[in-house]
């Protein structure tokens, strides 16, 4: 099985700041893609964002963006102008084709403060 | 519309007890299907997947089962439930290649 590692189980941050949350992964696969997955106290899974591991642009997704850097296998997820709705666990996901594994790694709880 | 259904939401159990947790997903065809367990405070833990009828992968050997008798129906059993598999179970699909993944909304099980 793939390794996922996210660090910082736990984080906090102010209503409209930025926040960083580091996610690790160890393959020796060079075909694979990366998700960053939201866990509202609904406990409903719900995709964050997606990357592909060919593609050197980093995704965007309105206040989210990653940065990927293949060679260090990091794949960290930065969320600006924080809200009290991004309060959520959040996990880093790792899937590797054609078998379609996807790998979790343990979360990140984040809280924003008012 | 795609969907996914999964059930009971929650469920209490007595140890060696069986177990069955279905998933069913509406709207496509063919879909991959994966069942996750949760631990209290923990990341996710894939147990099994499947690519097709039949075609079931186990992650992690355990006394757990999973059987996908139709195309868009994925069950997990057991036939004698463990304290240990206490968990906040999670369906999903996946719909084409390299595609994320969708959500059920979970099934808390608690073994006593």
């Known amino acids: 099985a793939q390794t996922v590692t996210q660090s910082q189980p736990e984080m906090s941050v102010q209503e409209a700041e930025t926040v960083t949350l580091s996610c690790t992964y160890d393959?020796?696969?060079?075909?694979?893609?990366l998700f960053w997955y939201k866990q509202p106290p609904s406990r409903q899974m719900i995709l964050v964002i997606r990357q592909e591991a060919y593609k050197q642009q980093n995704a965007t997704e309105n206040r989210f963006s990653v940065n990927f850097q293949k060679a260090a296998k990091s794949f960290s997820l930065k969320i600006s102008d924080s809200q009290l709705g991004d309060t959520a666990m959040y996990f880093c996901a790792f899937m590797k084709p054609p078998g379609n594994q996807f790998y979790f790694g343990t979360g990140t709880s984040l809280t924003v403060i008012p | 519309s795609q969907t996914i259904h999964q059930w009971p939401a929650t469920l209490v159990q007595p140890v060696g007890s069986p177990l069955s947790l279905e998933c069913t997903v509406e709207?496509?065809?063919?879909?991959?299907l994966y069942w996750y367990r949760q631990a209290a405070g923990r990341g996710l833990q894939l147990l099994f997947y499947?690519?097709?009828?039949?075609?079931i992968s186990s992650e992690v050997p355990q006394n757990l089962s999973a059987s996908r008798p139709q195309d868009r129906q994925f069950i997990l059993s057991s036939k004698k439930l463990l304290l240990s598999d206490s968990g906040f179970y999670l369906c999903?699909?996946?719909?084409?290649?390299?595609?994320?993944?969708?959500f059920g909304s979970g099934t808390q099980l608690s073994v006593l």
């Open positions: 999903a699909y996946q719909q084409g290649t390299n595609e994320k993944l969708f």
């Open positions: 393959t020796s696969e060079s075909n694979y893609y």
């Open positions: 499947s690519v097709g009828i039949g075609q």
């Open positions: 709207g496509t065809s063919n879909p991959n």
